[in-house]
């Protein structure tokens, strides 16, 4: 066998009693949590989501009626394409090139 040193000894005494402390109680599973405590985080929660979802709805509320005020000018609609009736006149002359004197040095 190995020879064990003072430190193992003293780890292996120290975990051997802890160990003799745990029963199979303390094993068996914990019961469920009971009491008011689910209740009320439950109803926090929901209360929660439905101050959100109002306030929500408030904001879009006072958004669509904010843009519908008679005060603020409407913008203009689109500008719609017509066909012309009747051909354009020209009144402009043909361009005539103009003869433009070289410069030679």
Not at 7 to 25: D, F, M, V, Y
Not at 45 to 70: D, Y
């Amino acid at each position: 066998m190995s020879h064990r040193t003072p430190l193992e000894e003293r780890l292996r005494a120290a975990l051997e009693a802890r160990g003799q402390l745990i029963s199979a109680h303390d094993l068996s599973p914990a019961r469920p949590p009971a009491g008011s405590t689910w209740g009320t985080r439950r109803i926090r929660r929901v209360l929660s989501v439905a101050v959100a979802a109002t306030a929500a709805a408030a904001a879009a509320v006072v958004l669509v009626l904010s843009s519908n005020t008679p005060d603020r000018p409407r913008p203009a609609p689109p500008a719609q394409h017509s066909s012309p009736t009747a051909a354009p006149t020209s009144t402009v002359p043909p361009v005539v090139p103009s003869a433009v004197p070289s410069v030679s040095r």
